[in-house]
């Protein structure tokens, strides 16, 4: 081609048609042309793009891609993200005096069933399996947080165990 712009305009129009089925994208390929590609997408498809380098394209090339972790980071980035929205939720509702609660409390109220959802850090998790089971046991979400972000370092600040309740008893 003389120009890369119907190709960047054929790939523009196959990400905004599928744009609503995806939540991620990843953009692999070697040089400059996926930055090229990248930079003629509409804000709120660059949202939903990672872009991963590679020094060959086609099969061989995606496969590169996934060795070099780029399934790995787009998965932890979308729990990231998951995780604080659940936990900004959460504080929302605390500074509301919302039905929340958090820390050693959070057990009792699993046994009596006012736990519709619980956000409860992996490590204590670990250590007291029975809360998230109790929750689910009932009907209840179980979100584990983990604390490799702010969001789950606030929520072992709070004994690492939030809930967001059905009554308050």
């Known amino acids: 081609q003389k120009s890369g712009e119907d190709f960047y305009n054929q790939v523009n129009k196959v990400l905004k048609r599928s744009a609503k089925d995806m939540d991620k994208v990843i953009l692999a390929g ?14 709120d498809l660059k949202e939903k793009v990672f872009l991963q380098d590679t020094s060959v394209t086609g099969k061989t090339g995606l496969h590169e891609a996934i060795k070099r972790g780029a399934l ?6 979308s729990r990231i993200s ?3 929205q659940e936990v900004e939720r959460f504080l929302d509702e605390l500074r509301e005096d919302g039905l929340v ?11 009596l069933g006012a736990v519709k959802k619980l956000l409860v850090t992996a490590e204590k998790r670990r250590k007291n399996p029975e809360i998230p089971k109790m929750v689910e046991r009932q009907g209840g979400d179980v979100i584990i947080v983990h604390t490799d972000h702010e969001a789950g ?12 309740l059905r009554y308050r008893p």
């Open 30 to 43: 070697p040089g400059h042309e996926k930055n090229k590609v990248y930079n003629e997408l509409s804000d």
């Open 72 to 77: 790995k980071k787009v998965v932890k980035s």
């Open 101 to 111: 609660d958090y820390g050693e409390g959070v057990e009792e109220l699993a046994e």
């Open 153 to 164: 370092e606030r929520i072992e600040n709070f004994g690492g165990l939030a809930s967001f």
């Open 82 to 84: 998951e995780e604080t």
